[in-house]
């Protein structure tokens, strides 16, 4: 089985949000990036099946230079080779545009991506993807098997879960649930060392022209004082949420 | 010029995300000019499009589309949208609503922008604003191709009555088996409560319960409110609730009327996910923790005696309130 893992290069979950030139631009300054959180779910479960299967694993992202370190780690965590698209990522079509390519080039059965990347929330990549190439797609994925050419997925749907089952070859937007957190690996010195070896391809962009443009950012409102009640007047409380908040 | 809503139904009733869609769709309408024409698949009864500003109601029954499938659903959107020749197509983001929106984006060659909260301006200058960075930031992004495909993020424009001459009219989708290759083989669904995604209410614990033992108070709160019951991310890594209740950045996003956070510190990114929730309470023994930054309203005290007294005054309230 050959496994594509899609990689998206983002901000840590803890950093404070900034914007720069004129609030078009997310300021990365002093901004620590790691691979996008629902990806690495989808890497690790990719790990799995390299194990327990003999799956070969790829790796690629969307990006600058800048990108290298974050797909590097994907290399240390145990894929096999890297590919990055020498582009700025500007919209997810774009993206899933460029995506298409390579899963096209290296006619992979499985697509691992995750459900969004945490900066851009888009949350399109993988569809667009999975259509633009012809493949099956089930997003919001929290389980995946693999028996010959068959997926078992699970799907977590608005109160619950829903299984599926789909030929490969298949895209998952995936997240957390494919593993569990505590399964995720940080990478050893082996691995670190290994992956500096290990191949990193870059190739050209199809240079797809994006379908929307992030025009301005601009930073929520800062918060009222929160109005404190004491623990012994409840009463208080429950009239603040029915008159003030209206909210029961 | 017109614009087409997609409103969901579940056990063949509109879902209340579909009227508040339908709300959103006359009010794009009304700024690019056009009527709204509605799209609902099993759906038995949508004469409450009508005073929601739909004009045309689309209905498809089809026994084919019992059990959701994206892409057969997407499919009967794309069909629909040419049918009316639609310039902008309003879905939620529900479960369901986000995995076909990307298909259909393909379909219709249409520029897609999910999390979207407010309205554009015109049809010229079609700038949406959504939510980014996960409710850290807003993000305004312009739409440049010919059809648009906005996805509604739930409870961010609520209902607005529009009362409107709706006529009705079957639509059946051509589909082939090449629709329906993804197989549903189970479908477990908790329906007698309310979901995460659904709620106006959701009482929410942390570390601070100590114990999953503890989580009767939780889920006897949420009874009172007609709530879904949550959690933080350590409680969900600990194994003391599942994944489904986590919420926060990798978790689920909550957009509920009111959020109940007990025990909960306010970790940053806990924080980015409920932020859109219009009402917060905290319950904390800890009047240092980050989440009275966050909230509205704050009880610094026990949970274990804070909360029984809640749920009784409740009981009272509701009780004098029916």
């Known amino acids: 089985m050959k496994i594509l893992v899609c ?67 994907a290399l240390a965590i145990g894929a096999d080779s890297a590919i990055r698209v020498d582009a700025e990522p500007l919209d997810g079509f774009q993206v899933a545009k ?11 059965d499985l697509i ?36 010959d050419d068959k997926a078992t997925a699970v799907r977590e749907i608005d109160g619950g879960k829903e299984t599926l089952t789909a030929n490969l070859p298949l895209v998952i937007g995936g997240q957390k649930g494919l593993v569990e957190e505590s399964d995720l690996k940080i990478p050893n010195m082996r691995g670190i060392m290994m992956a500096r070896k290990k191949p990193l391809k870059v190739v050209e962009p199809v240079a797809e022209t994006p379908l929307t443009k992030a025009e301005k950012f601009e930073k929520p409102a800062p918060k009222g004082e929160v109005k404190l009640v004491d623990a012994d007047n409840i009463d208080e409380l429950i009239d603040l949420l029915h008159n003030e908040a209206k909210a029961i | 010029m017109s614009v087409l809503v997609y409103t969901e139904s579940e056990n063949g009733k509109l879902k209340k995300a579909a009227l508040e869609v339908a709300s959103y769709a006359k009010a794009v309408a009304d700024a690019i000019g056009g009527n709204v024409t509605a799209v609902s698949i099993n759906s038995d009864n949508n004469d409450d499009l009508a005073n929601y500003g739909v004009h045309k109601s689309l209905e498809v029954s089809d026994e084919k589309l019992q059990k959701f499938n994206a892409d057969a659903y997407a499919e009967v959107i794309t069909q629909a949208a040419k049918k009316v020749d639609a310039k902008v197509v309003v879905i939620s983001q529900s479960a369901n609503a986000k995995y076909l929106a990307p298909l259909l984006s393909i379909n219709l060659n249409a520029a897609y922008a999910s999390n979207v909260v407010d309205v554009p301006k015109t049809d010229n200058e079609f700038t ?98 007609g709530a879904a019951t949550a959690c933080s991310k350590p409680v969900s890594d600990m194994g003391w609730r599942p994944h489904s209740e986590h919420v926060g950045q990798t978790g689920k996003p909550v957009a509920s009327n009111l959020y109940i956070a007990i025990g909960i510190s306010g970790a940053i990114q806990h924080l980015a996910g409920i932020s859109a929730s219009k009402t917060k309470v905290v319950i904390n023994t800890d009047d240092e923790a980050p989440f009275f930054k966050a909230a509205d309203y704050g009880i610094v005290g026990d949970a274990f005696e804070v909360v029984p007294k809640l749920i009784e005054k409740l009981k009272d309230f509701k009780a004098n309130n029916a």
């Not at chain 1, 460029?98 to 992979?108: H, P, R």
């Not at chain 2, 009555?161 to 908790?190: C, P, Q, R, Y």
């Not at chain 2, 995604?197 to 033992?213: F, H, Y």
């Open chain 1, 112 to 147: 691992i991506a995750g459900r969004e990347s945490i900066d851009y929330n888009g949350g399109m990549v993988p569809g667009m993807l999975a259509k633009l190439i012809g493949a099956n797609f089930i997003n919001t994925c929290v389980s995946l098997e693999v028996e």
């Open chain 2, 128 to 225: 949406v604003e959504r939510t980014a960075f996960t409710n850290k930031a807003f993000n305004h992004t312009s739409l440049s191709t010919d059809v648009k495909i906005l996805g509604l993020s739930n409870n961010a424009f609520g209902l607005k009555e529009s009362k409107a001459e709706m006529t009705k009219e079957d639509f059946s989708a051509e589909l082939g088996d090449d629709h329906f290759k993804i197989n549903v083989e189970s479908v477990d669904k908790n329906t007698d409560k309310v979901s995460i995604a659904d709620a106006e209410v959701v009482v929410s614990g942390g570390r601070g319960l100590k114990d999953p033992k503890n989580w009767g108070m939780i889920e006897d709160l949420a009874d009172v409110l």
């Open chain 1, 7 to 73: 990689i998206s290069h983002v901000p840590d979950t803890t950093s404070k949000i900034n914007f720069t030139e004129n609030d078009t631009k997310f300021d990365t300054n002093g901004v620590q990036f790691v691979i996008n959180p629902n990806d690495e779910f989808g890497l690790t479960r990719a790990m799995w099946f390299k194990e327990k299967q003999g799956a070969t694993v790829d790796v690629v992202t969307v990006g600058d230079k800048s990108t290298e370190p974050t797909i590097r780690k």
């Open chain 1, 98 to 108: 460029e995506l298409a390519k390579v899963a096209q080039d290296g006619s992979y």
